[in-house]
């Protein structure tokens, strides 16, 4: 009977560790590519061809949509930011999905805003529209107060208002850069077929923020911030710089993207029966290009730069991973048919499948692989060098790979110039596999036993506002 124990203990052990095995040597390819591709980058777009972007008339307009629910803490000061971009042509348009704080009061001292009669088409159907408001000081500044629909419900509506063929959707608790959408325009100049283009998110937690722009970039001060910090080096700088150079990007992060207005409107817009509607509508534009057998591309620039509010507390970060693996699952199940179909190219046959083993399932085989190799090697079951070798394919590798997203960082943008910051990232590469890893694993794992229990909703975010960011900088 132990015998065979032992044996299945040790089949199982083998899958697992397989599975770490081909995970993180994925990345670390997608590493390779990465640096390929940023080298690259940063050689083709130089500061004068950016600026001759900047002043040409052949640049097109830019509607900035922020969709707003609750943000009075944050709504002013991201909204001064959006009007001080450097950029020839563009509007913002703002919607205020029924916030039940002061969010539309806070928009209406901070710019003088006006009710204006609402003459436009809505081709997508929304919840209904109760006002529009507009600034005399600044007639790019368009406010739209809306009955509360959701997230997607509330892109929607800004879309509809939208005048412009570009839209940028941005969240209003995100800053974008001053060259931002000079930066995010690119692609739709050097190839009409580009149809979306997500751009980098960096945490804004502990910078210093200065009239709606990050005058000083530091790390937060806060360990579970810092930890995102990382994370999100290696998801955009390794994993999307990767996909989109197969033209196989399957998420345009929500807080930063610009899309073609009609395109998205063909497809029917936002969807607002799924919480993630960012993942969703990309899978979505995949399958409708490839059926319609158009040329197309889907891209992810490293350049354009979104700052944003993460969580800094435990019970808010469990809400938000909890929300992003169902919404994974959500997106993966709607379009399950996709998955190995050589009708959609790299999509079908690499991307949706690589999210549902690594991204999806990812969680389950973690905790069955702790708590199967904690027990077995507690009770004598399983030979201590290969715990060991499990342990180095698990943490490791993982470690040189979120290692390497801070080198990435640090050869093609160099965002945080302290030498003492790049080392402290690098130790959190290392350190985040004691501990937090474990954590977003539990915290994933809950959504997915959520998401089959049918669990609905975004769960609780606070925010603490971009005033408070320069009083948790380090010193």
């Known amino acids: 009977m132990r015998e065979t124990l032992v044996a299945v203990i040790q089949g199982f052990d083998l899958v697992v560790l397989s599975y770490f095995l081909a995970l993180n040597s994925l990345y670390l390819g997608f590493s390779v590519v990465a640096f390929l591709r940023l080298m690259q980058h940063?050689?083709?777009?130089?500061?004068?061809?950016?600026?001759?972007?900047l002043r040409s008339p052949a640049t097109p307009p830019i509607s900035i949509v922020v969709p707003a629910f609750n943000?009075?803490?944050?709504?002013?000061?991201?909204?001064?930011?959006?009007?001080?971009?450097?950029?020839?042509?563009?509007?913002?348009?703002?919607?205020?999905?029924?916030?039940?704080?002061?969010?539309?009061?806070?928009?209406?001292r901070a710019f003088g805003l006006m009710r204006a009669p609402v003459a436009y088409q809505q081709p997508l159907e929304t919840a209904p529209v109760r006002g529009l408001y507009r600034s005399l000081d600044h007639p790019n500044l368009v406010v739209i107060d809306k009955a509360n629909g959701g997230k997607a419900d509330a892109i929607n509506a800004g879309l509809n208002a939208a005048k412009h063929d570009l839209v940028c959707v941005i969240d209003a608790d995100s800053l974008l850069e001053e060259h931002a959408l000079a930066r995010a325009v690119l692609p739709f100049l050097e190839d009409p077929h580009t149809v979306a283009m997500g751009g980098i998110v960096?945490?804004?937690?502990?910078?210093?923020?200065?009239?709606?722009?990050?005058?000083?970039?530091?790390?937060?001060?806060?360990?579970?911030?810092?930890?995102?910090?990382?994370?999100?080096?290696?998801?955009f700088l390794a994993?999307?710089?990767?996909?989109?150079?197969?033209?196989?990007?399957?998420?345009?992060?929500?807080?930063f993207g610009v899309f073609r207005r009609d395109v998205v409107i063909e497809a029917g817009g936002f969807r607002t029966?799924?919480?993630?509607?960012?993942?969703?509508?990309?899978?979505?534009?995949?399958?409708?290009?490839?059926?319609?057998?158009?040329?197309y591309r889907i891209v992810f620039q490293p350049d354009p730069v979104c700052w944003t509010e993460?969580?800094?507390?435990?019970?808010?970060?469990?809400?938000?991973?909890?929300?992003?693996?169902?919404?994974t699952l959500q997106v993966l199940t709607a379009h399950a048919a996709m998955m190995g179909?050589?009708?959609?190219?790299?999509?079908?046959?690499?991307?949706?499948?690589?999210?549902?083993?690594?991204?999806?399932?990812?969680p389950v085989v973690e905790s069955l692989g702790y708590l199967v190799n904690g027990a077995a090697l507690a009770f004598g079951l399983v030979d201590v060098v290969f715990a060991q070798l499990f342990f180095l394919t698990a943490i490791a590798y993982g470690s040189l790979i979120s290692v390497m997203a801070v080198l990435l960082e640090e050869v093609s943008f160099r965002r945080y110039p302290r030498v003492r910051d790049l080392l402290l990232l690098a130790a959190l590469g290392v350190l985040e596999n004691f501990g937090f890893r474990q954590l977003t694993t539990w915290w994933r794992l809950k959504g997915?036993?959520?998401?089959?229990?049918?669990?609905r909703g975004w769960g609780r975010m606070v925010r603490k506002g971009f005033a408070a960011q320069g009083e948790v900088g380090l010193r």
């Open 42 to 53: 940063r050689r083709r777009w130089t500061p004068r061809e950016l600026d001759t972007v």
């Open 71 to 108: 943000e009075e803490a944050t709504v002013s000061e991201s909204l001064r930011g959006l009007l001080l971009l450097d950029y020839p042509q563009y509007e913002v348009v703002v919607v205020n999905d029924g916030s039940v704080d002061g969010t539309l009061d806070a928009a209406r």
């Open 202 to 235: 960096r945490i804004v937690n502990g910078c210093t923020v200065e009239a709606g722009r990050v005058t000083e970039v530091r790390l937060p001060r806060r360990w579970l911030a810092r930890f995102q910090v990382v994370e999100y080096l290696r998801g």
């Open 239 to 255: 994993g999307r710089v990767a996909m989109s150079a197969a033209n196989a990007l399957l998420i345009v992060s929500g807080a």
């Open 273 to 295: 029966d799924t919480i993630g509607e960012d993942m969703e509508v990309i899978v979505r534009l995949h399958r409708l290009q490839r059926q319609r057998e158009r040329p």
């Open 310 to 327: 993460v969580p800094e507390s435990a019970s808010i970060l469990a809400n938000q991973r909890n929300r992003w693996q169902r919404g």
């Open 341 to 362: 179909s050589a009708r959609h190219g790299v999509v079908g046959l690499f991307a949706l499948p690589y999210f549902a083993i690594f991204e999806a399932a990812g």
């Open 448 to 455: 997915t036993l959520d998401f089959f229990r049918g669990r």
